[in-house]
């Protein structure tokens, strides 16, 4: 029977993390228990589970992962309320406030958010050679395949997607079997060309950049959502998953990996509501866990966007990502608790 560090450590990796205040949640159920650190111990409460005389059972308040310590075994959050039949959509208990631990910590927070400093950005020249992708240049053909492939084609005007076939000191030949995508600032200021893979090569990185560009100041596509007065967005993982959400008309930036960063919360906060949507893996759930946690009391309303496990947004369908967004989570609401500190 494992451990409790040892089931933390394996539930971490899965999709275990409550859109709820677990502990209210118990408590509305009218089920008793007590808590034991980060724990609620009580009876066993599964259908199919044992006589418990003695509290054997335990659910952890911040993620709803579960364990029962005399053999009906351990799960997610989220198999525990398939287990016991709870409607999450109907009976959720949302976090309304901050505990006044986490309020020291939110502003902090915002005090080293906001007084980052300003700096010189170091803008890269577009590639030599740089073409817009056609489907009757033959020099492009194999790039132009790939965004039939992958139902992108139309993008190529919208986001200025072209392709190169020479090299230079910036970006190199890697660029030679890629789509270059350019890439600005907040502002909309032109400041490096991203190249995605058009091979399945598992030897060449997927996304190049050209040295020095530091990623984590920029949120990809952030300047045509703000150019739009959106005051909401989703934050995606990927660029393609960006794109292609702007393409069905929704307001999606990329922050270039599972991490986001100080710099890119910071840009975030000029939003009322934020939707995380990365990735359903162990390092997207990481990244999301970490981001929830900087965007402790920015008064922004935060909400989590889960995909489902092994897809990203390029494959599925738009029906399908209307569902997914419509059961978003709720993680805080603090209103205009920014503006508050601030003053």
């Not at 859109?19 to 066993?44: N, Q, R, T």
């Not at 927070?109 to 590639?127: A, Q, V, Y």
Request: aromatic share 14%; glycine share 8%; hydrophobic share 35%.
């Amino acid at each position: 029977m494992p451990s409790l560090k040892d089931f933390v450590e394996s539930d971490f990796n899965s999709n275990s993390f409550a859109p709820v205040d677990v502990e209210s949640f118990i408590a509305k159920k009218g089920i008793e228990y007590i808590v034991s650190g980060k724990w609620l111990k009580m009876k066993c409460i599964l259908p199919f589970g044992h006589e418990d005389h003695t509290p054997s059972f335990f659910i952890h308040k911040d993620h709803g992962g579960y364990n029962c310590y005399s053999g009906c075994g351990s799960g997610t959050w989220s198999e525990l309320c398939t287990h016991m039949n709870w409607d999450m959509n109907l009976e959720s208990v949302t976090v309304g406030m901050l505990p006044d631990s986490l309020w020291k910590e939110s502003k902090q927070r915002i005090k080293e958010i906001t007084s980052l400093k300003n700096h010189k950005e170091k803008t890269f020249h577009i590639p030599k050679g740089f073409e817009h992708i056609s489907a009757t240049d033959i020099h492009c053909s194999n790039h132009y395949n790939y965004l039939v492939k992958r139902n992108m084609t139309e993008w190529i005007g919208m986001f200025n997607i072209g392709y190169t076939t020479k090299s230079d000191s910036s970006y190199g030949k890697e660029y030679l079997n890629r789509i270059i995508i350019p890439c600005h600032n907040v502002e909309g200021k032109y400041i490096w060309s991203e190249g995605r893979l058009i091979t399945e090569a598992k030897t060449d990185r997927k996304y190049y950049r050209p040295f020095g560009v530091n990623k984590i100041e920029y949120l990809f596509n952030i300047h045509r959502v703000l150019r739009k007065g959106f005051n909401w967005c989703i934050v995606a993982e990927g660029i393609v998953d960006a794109m292609n959400l702007w393409f069905w008309g929704v307001p999606a930036v990329c922050c270039f990996g599972a991490d986001i960063s100080d710099e890119q919360i910071e840009q975030l906060m000029v939003f009322d509501k934020v939707f995380l949507c990365l990735d359903n893996d162990p390092a997207g759930i990481k990244g999301f866990v970490k981001a929830k946690d900087k965007m402790l009391g920015t008064g922004v309303e935060l909400y989590r966007t889960l995909l489902p496990k092994g897809q990203d947004v390029n494959n599925i369908t738009y029906k399908k990502w209307c569902s997914i967004y419509s059961n978003s989570k709720q993680i805080y609401k603090v209103a205009n608790l920014y503006n508050n500190i601030t003053k």
